[in-house]
């Protein structure tokens, strides 16, 4: 590698670990999104046996998601940083402190791969996708969970969500990352401002 893509790299990486790290912050979990995690796992275990399936939750917080996929069965592994990796730590979750956006695990493993309220966070979400689709096993499944933007909760404005999009451009940059989308929804309540919705995905692999 010459000296200039070097030096390219190096100055992401400078960026990120200069300019992004004092973006995180850990979150305990609260409603809706304990009633919403719970609600949408059961859709994935009506869709695929999660008995002893490899689960990656991305992005897996203090370890809501990891908790119910273990109840049911699952293998679940997360990925997430700072004081929220030491939580899942202490709660005995199989945790790793990694970017989902540069993920080290083994091509095709896993069965399932759940983003929530993850790849918003991401400066480059096709690149991350392109992540999801190599460690997703063929006939696996992501599920992808962001928050809509221009709501009354206005996600768009979050200083940590770099790529805060509508449904239809989500929709394009997974068709990009040679996945399909098996069915997509709307998930509309009422926070403390107002009106707001997070836009789910359920994808797998295009064939």
């Known amino acids: 590698m010459d000296a200039k893509k070097i030096s390219q790299y190096q100055r992401l990486d400078r960026f990120i670990a200069g300019r992004l790290a004092n973006d995180i912050y850990p979150e305990a979990p609260s409603e809706p999104h304990i009633s919403i995690t719970r609600q949408m796992i059961d ?3 009506s869709l695929k ?3 002893d399936a490899k689960v990656l939750d991305a992005g897996c917080g203090q370890g809501l998601a990891l908790e119910i996929f273990e109840a ?5 592994v997360g990925t997430t940083f700072g004081e929220d990796y030491r939580i899942c ?3 005995g979750f199989e945790v790793h402190e990694m970017d989902q956006s540069f993920l080290e695990f083994a091509p095709a493993t896993f069965d399932i791969i759940w983003c929530r309220h993850a790849i918003e966070h991401s400066l480059f979400p096709l690149f991350t ?3 999801f689709y190599e460690a997703l096993k063929e006939d696996g499944i992501l599920y992808i969970e962001v928050p809509a933007p221009t709501t009354s909760a206005k996600h768009e404005t979050n200083p940590n969500h770099y790529s805060c999009f509508t ?3 989500w929709a394009s940059l997974f068709e990009k990352a040679k996945f399909r989308v098996a069915e997509s929804l709307d998930i509309n309540f009422t926070a403390l401002c107002g009106p707001d919705t997070y836009h789910a995905f359920i994808l797998g692999k295009q064939v």
């Open 89 to 91: 730590l202490q709660r």
């Open 167 to 169: 449904a239809p451009v």
């Open 49 to 51: 046996n999660l008995a």
């Open 72 to 76: 049911k069965g699952a293998k679940p």
């Open 43 to 45: 859709k994935l275990g």
């Open 129 to 131: 996708l392109h992540g």
